[in-house]
């Protein structure tokens, strides 16, 4: 007898599949406000070991966690020209506080340049103050119109680093580092995904920045998602807010900064890179419960050893959870785990406790299911997440591979993004009007690489390849 | 010859002190829009640790982190009519998003209650949903008239935890648990703050609850700041909201709740309770640099000895720093870890580097100043360290009992907190109206604790005592 789907297929109806998934994996939930967004516990577990893995990483480069204000004078959100221009259509405004209309109406932040950038302009008084580097972990708010669960919400989470050098060398070397060794690095060994670094076109850039560096995705329908950016700010908001140093010469000089971001969209990749029509597939490395170890049945002698094998698996410095809610359906639970991703299932009953002890060890992201004596378990898995761990990359890295194709003109690339996958096209045959016709079908350039694949350092660097896609 | 004053001496001008003393030694800043507040890095650390040590007793509790939206509907907020009535002065509110004016203006959450409880009523369905145990780390706004760094500030951060129970006795007992196994205990462990347990009164409730729980500590100054509260919501916000679950009897039943918050108000509690008139004092528990070395001169011997020093005290597990800014004044950067309150300084200069090694070691806490052998201070600081933490809790103990006096008057309590002290007075003395007058004299009842120091039941329960003070 073949088993009811959980969920609708991928192949099916993929943002049908991902919003199901989304809610009966219990991540998160629509909010009442239009596009905000309640993260539900397991969501939230996720997340927060996305931000301590991140967070490492940033202390790693020399950056200090502070905190600004989530409210903004409307009027500092106009010092930069471009920044407003992007910004605006996004903002909420507080206009009334404590019963009554403010004298100047403060926006919630859609991201903190300009705040930073006041506070910036106080601190930095000499070469001495250089690099400033800053991070902080909020909330903040742009109005979506059209709102996903993780993906497009009106409130997000995220880590915004914004820092001044004394040099466009040094801040463009930070950028770069953010980049790689913070974000790619990340992304990769925890996340499992295989990131494409690259950079993006003056269309797609940050609002006021000279440059953004960017790690796009690709999702299991073909699609791209914006997974991190890394902004070369060069010295607009220092102008525009008077950031200045005195040099070793003696010479009062604009500082050079950068900004970079990345958000609780993460969990929405992890959720289409990796998700299958099972449910999630959660990293080994990200996870916050690796294993989950299954009482079948809730008699005694099941329960002391399911007990038992989870502290043996604890002390193996395992994240371990145990299910004895026997008053449920054995399968019910079988399934809900699948849908919550968790990498390996052990299911104990009664017949296992025979010989010494043996369990049904069911790995969520082969799919393998095998029985395996519970002594052995301990020095087992350590090795066998890890395997999972590399699989989940692997085969990210081959869906990428496998749906990009080598095209030579616009409509050739059009094609291939409309049919569920990216191209490459040089840029010299595409350029910024072919950008404007490629938008005409909702495709766009997620980012230049140069022809040896690293990040170029101008748009129009010759041999520059332009990675087309569809995109979330 | 005497030194200047870093700072406004205590005796002199203690909020002057107070004021002065966060800007130093770069806890916050005033932010743009009144009221709200810049943390900056040292400051944005201390909380991290504070964060980090709450985090942990409260999952300890079997609750879970998760999160709801900043932005609430403005109807949500008029469901429970005390609730309302309490929050609707500080509310800021927002009309306008994404360039057009809201069908419904959205309050910038300034608590959770309303939309947590909104979820709360779907996800309880059965007796086994019970307990819901949920915790959120968030900013929240109330707008402020009188702001002062930390201790009221129209944004701030905080913990909020919110749970549903079956039963009174169940949603008592757990607002019991988080009040003395989360909030007391990491307080005096942690914080090295005596906190004093007992009960709001009706006035001094939380708007929307049947029972306060609170615990005060003693400032410097001897007024009293309120370090955390735990709330018994009894029956009402679930009546508000139709949070319902089905009993095992098969009867439809309103949930009983709690919820309880601790915030950035404790970094303000760190620096009034311990600091004195040289700058902060930070309890080595909680302190992010428990250690700083630092070169006395920047001649390469005293370098390599101060980072080998350093690193030997890290392999120790301390938490240390390494400050080789030679360029700047040994004097200058000794009062500046001074004003920052690191617990120890380990001065290390030319002539220390004979005979094996030595160092100055100067312990923040107790003002002690003595030369030291390199070779020794892994194994002897770890103990030291300790020694000075319970000097804190000690030195706070004794503030209290020292300056609370017990009076059987309401003309004598007015006088003692008007001194700067605490009074006891019996509250069948004091009663709701000789609350009334107290308040004529800005004189608060800080909490009612029953005669064996317990917390009381109710707030007429016979012996109950009143603890009067002014407060922050």
Redesign the interface.
């Known amino acids: 007898m073949a088993k009811a789907p959980v969920l609708t297929p991928r192949a099916e109806d993929f943002p049908r599949w991902y919003q199901e998934l989304v809610n009966k994996a219990e991540l998160a939930?629509n909010?009442?406000?239009r596009g905000?967004?309640?993260?539900?516990?397991y969501g939230?577990?996720i997340?927060?070991r996305m931000q301590s893995g991140m967070d490492v990483r940033i202390k790693e480069t020399g950056a200090?966690?502070?905190?600004?204000?989530?409210?903004?004078?409307q009027s500092?959100m106009t010092k930069e020209a471009e920044h407003v221009e992007g910004f605006?259509?996004?903002?909420?405004?507080?206009?009334?506080?404590?019963?009554k209309e403010l004298e100047e109406p403060?926006v919630?932040r859609p991201t903190s340049e300009t705040?930073i950038n006041?506070?910036f302009s106080k601190w930095v008084q000499s070469y001495?103050d250089l690099p400033l580097l800053?991070n902080q972990w909020?909330?903040v708010?742009r109005?979506?119109?059209r709102p996903r669960l993780f993906l497009r919400t009106?409130?997000f989470?995220w880590q915004e680093g914004h820092t001044a050098h004394a040099t466009h060398e040094d801040a463009r070397n930070f950028a770069a580092r953010i980049h790689h060794h913070v974000y790619a690095d990340f992304m990769t060994e925890v996340l499992g995904i295989d990131v494409l670094p690259g950079r993006k076109t003056a269309r797609e850039r940050f609002a006021g920045a000279l440059n953004t560096l960017t790690l796009e995705a690709m999702m299991g329908d073909g699609k791209a998602l914006q997974m991190g950016t890394s902004h070369e700010l060069g010295q607009n908001f220092a102008r525009a807010f008077g950031t200045r140093y005195l040099s070793r010469e003696g010479t009062r000089e604009y500082v050079w900064q950068t900004s970079w971001g990345s958000t609780t969209r993460m969990v929405g990749a992890m959720v289409m890179a990796h998700g299958d029509d099972d449910g999630l597939r959660v990293p080994p490395r990200l996870a916050p419960v690796q294993v989950v170890v299954l009482a079948v049945k809730g008699e005694e002698p099941v329960l002391a050893k399911v007990h038992e094998t989870a502290a043996g698996l604890r002390a193996a410095g395992l994240r371990v959870q145990v299910d004895d809610r026997t008053?449920t359906a054995f399968g019910r639970r079988a399934v809900d785990w699948e849908l919550k991703g968790v990498p390996v299932r052990i299911e104990i009953g009664p017949r296992d406790l025979e010989d010494g002890g043996t369990a049904t060890m069911v790995r969520r992201v082969p799919g393998s299911r095998e029985q395996v004596r519970t002594d052995v378990l301990a020095g087992l898995l350590p090795g066998l997440l890890e395997e999972d761990q590399a699989l989940l990359l692997r085969q990210s890295r081959e869906r990428r591979e496998g749906n990009t194709t080598d095209v030579r003109t616009i409509g050739e690339a059009t094609e291939a993004a409309v049919a569920g996958g990216w191209a490459r096209i040089p840029w010299s045959a595409l350029g910024p009007e072919g950008e404007d016709k490629l938008a005409e079908r909702s495709v766009t350039v997620r980012c230049l690489v140069a022809e040896d694949g690293s990040v170029p350092e101008t748009d129009d660097a010759p041999g520059n390849v332009a990675v087309v896609a569809r995109a979330y």
Chains 1, 2 share one sequence.
Not at 36 to 41: A, D, E, G, Y
Not at 64 to 73: E, T
């Open positions: 939930e909010g009442p406000v905000t967004m309640v993260i539900r516990p939230y577990a997340w927060e200090q966690n502070a905190y600004f204000p989530l409210l903004i004078p500092y605006s259509p996004e903002l909420a405004v507080v206009t009334h506080g404590g019963g403060a919630v705040i006041d506070y001495r800053i909020a909330n708010v109005w979506e119109m009106s409130e989470l008053d």
